[in-house]
């Protein structure tokens, strides 16, 4: 078990780059995808509810393929990793600007009416008051989604990327069908998702002193 153990830990350096790379284009995506939400007019509103509503609905293996097989073998060239990390981040983007989204449903109803009585222009108002404010309730949410990717990049491991999971199917072929590969895999992955729950739990706390401070 113990070498076991020790071959599946070359693949966690892909794991944590697929999963960490995924989680900051969702990040970014993630922001405008949220403000597309929220505005005035309708055409916005309904091709960010569209994306959304198609990127969450589709599972992700799908994607990937639709991706790597589909877009990377056709239009531009790209391996199995930049495909991964592509396909994982766009679907990223569509469940944190929901989780943005929620983080600013949480936010009291004046707060708009008192930054434009102050003079504040939109802008102001969502980089100064609303944006802190949403970045803090959404950190928990976030931190939840991001130990629910880390489990979900697996699926990587069928369009070729050398990750934990690949390394898991090739130590179980090569012990016969053991399972034993498999629960290694399991210790490895609860190992990896305890360190970001608890930079999360730090994170929040931090966050809710500066904000009573």
Same mark, same amino acid.
Do not use: C, H
């Given at each position: 078990m113990t070498e076991t153990f020790l071959a599946l830990l070359k693949g966690v350096p892909v794991a944590l780059a697929v999963t960490g790379l995924s989680f900051l284009i969702g990040a970014v995506?993630?922001?405008p995808l949220v403000l597309m939400r929220r505005a005035r007019s309708v055409l916005p509103r309904l091709a960010a509810r569209i994306y959304?509503?198609?990127?969450? !609905?589709?599972?992700? &293996?799908?994607? +990937?393929f639709i991706i790597f097989f589909g877009l990377g073998s056709g239009i531009v060239t790209l391996s199995p990793f930049q495909a991964a990390v592509l396909g994982m981040g766009l679907i990223s983007a569509a469940y944190l600007a929901e989780i943005y989204r929620g983080g600013f449903l949480t936010l009291p109803a004046g707060q708009n009416a008192a930054a434009v009585a102050l003079g504040l222009t939109r802008l102001d108002t969502l980089r100064y008051v609303l944006a802190p404010q949403?970045?803090?309730?959404?950190?928990?949410?976030?931190?939840?989604?991001?130990?629910?990717l880390l489990k979900d990049t697996t699926v990587a491991s069928?369009? !070729?990327?050398?990750? &934990?999971?690949? +390394?898991?199917?090739?130590?179980?072929?090569?012990?016969?069908?053991?399972?034993?590969?498999?629960?290694a895999a399991a210790v490895l992955y609860i190992l990896l998702s305890i360190p970001v729950a608890a930079l999360a739990r730090a994170m929040d706390a931090r966050m809710r002193r500066r904000i009573t401070a």
């Amino acid at each position: 078990m113990t070498e076991t153990f020790l071959a599946l830990l070359k693949g966690v350096p892909v794991a944590l780059a697929v999963t960490g790379l995924s989680f900051l284009i969702g990040a970014v995506l993630g922001i405008p995808l949220v403000l597309m939400r929220r505005a005035r007019s309708v055409l916005p509103r309904l091709a960010a509810r569209i994306y959304i509503d198609v990127m969450r !609905g589709i599972p992700p &293996v799908v994607w +990937l393929f639709i991706i790597f097989f589909g877009l990377g073998s056709g239009i531009v060239t790209l391996s199995p990793f930049q495909a991964a990390v592509l396909g994982m981040g766009l679907i990223s983007a569509a469940y944190l600007a929901e989780i943005y989204r929620g983080g600013f449903l949480t936010l009291p109803a004046g707060q708009n009416a008192a930054a434009v009585a102050l003079g504040l222009t939109r802008l102001d108002t969502l980089r100064y008051v609303l944006a802190p404010q949403v970045l803090r309730v959404s950190v928990p949410p976030m931190a939840t989604f991001l130990v629910s990717l880390l489990k979900d990049t697996t699926v990587a491991s069928t369009i !070729g990327v050398r990750d &934990v999971m690949m +390394l898991v199917t090739q130590q179980a072929q090569a012990a016969g069908g053991g399972f034993a590969p498999f629960i290694a895999a399991a210790v490895l992955y609860i190992l990896l998702s305890i360190p970001v729950a608890a930079l999360a739990r730090a994170m929040d706390a931090r966050m809710r002193r500066r904000i009573t401070a």
